[in-house]
């Protein structure tokens, strides 16, 4: 079965650099949501979309922007980063907003910056 | 606001022993619970989730956890676990109402050794 897709699995960048991560849903998702994961840490809510539109959103510095496209892939910008930007970035998808139900996650894109 | 609690940061286990994986949680509202696991450099997985209904929730992999409301209590547990069981286990909240966010607790690394 298709599972969520990130891309790329693993980024290094240096300090005050741009990054962009993807997320592709699993087929007929329509939500998306991103977590961050600092080294030994726990996965930290960022942002969620549904039907394009945000739905929820968490602990998102103003340096991060995202968003969710027609096609219901996701992208989430990252600016000016810092040290501190080093960590695993999950991406997942649910039909629906997750409520009671579940969201898959996907790989993680592991974003290093020097 | 939420909050989820793992007391053990590291459980050492020898293979085929009982283990049990604590987690507490506090909220001023009604939420459902999950587990997931996490090997080494991969995602999120599901491993089973409380909704409502029966107290004792059976998972995927031989574990199970039961629900205490009185205790706020979410424990995780598997009769007898196998050296493939070793990983990172998260228990996470997630609110009834318009909140679609998981929270997190901070992990608990399963040990499981000859």
């Known amino acids: 079965a298709a599972g969520v897709i990130q891309s790329p699995r693993h980024l290094i960048k240096e300090k005050r650099e741009t990054a962009t991560l993807k997320c592709y849903p699993i087929p007929r998702h329509d939500t998306v949501y991103w977590y961050q994961q600092g080294p030994g840490q726990d996965p930290q809510f960022l942002i969620s979309?549904?039907?394009?539109?945000?739905?929820d959103k968490g602990s998102i510095p103003d340096r991060f922007s995202a968003q969710q496209f027609s096609d219901y892939h996701s992208e989430l910008n990252m600016s000016s980063l810092e040290l501190g930007d080093s960590a695993l970035y999950f991406c997942?998808?649910?039909?629906?907003?997750?409520?009671?139900?579940?969201?898959?996650f996907g790989p993680g894109t592991r974003l290093t910056v020097l | 606001a939420q909050s989820v609690t793992q007391l053990d940061s590291q459980v050492p286990v020898f293979e085929e022993a009982p283990v049990e994986l604590r987690c507490n949680y506090s909220s001023s509202v009604s939420v459902y619970l999950f587990w997931y696991v996490q090997y080494p450099n991969q995602g999120l997985q599901l491993l089973l989730k409380y909704l409502s209904g029966s107290t004792l929730v059976k998972g995927i992999n031989g574990f199970e956890a039961e629900f205490n409301k009185s205790q706020t209590s979410f424990h995780l547990r598997k009769p007898s676990v196998h050296i493939s069981d070793t990983a990172e286990y998260f228990c996470?909240?997630?609110?009834?109402?318009?909140?679609?966010?998981?929270?997190f607790g901070s992990g608990t690394r399963l040990l499981v050794r000859p």
């Open positions: 996470a909240v997630r609110r009834m109402d318009s909140s679609y966010k998981l929270i």
């Open positions: 997942a998808s649910s039909s629906g907003l997750a409520g009671a139900g579940r969201e898959y």
């Open positions: 979309f549904y039907e394009k539109m945000q739905s």
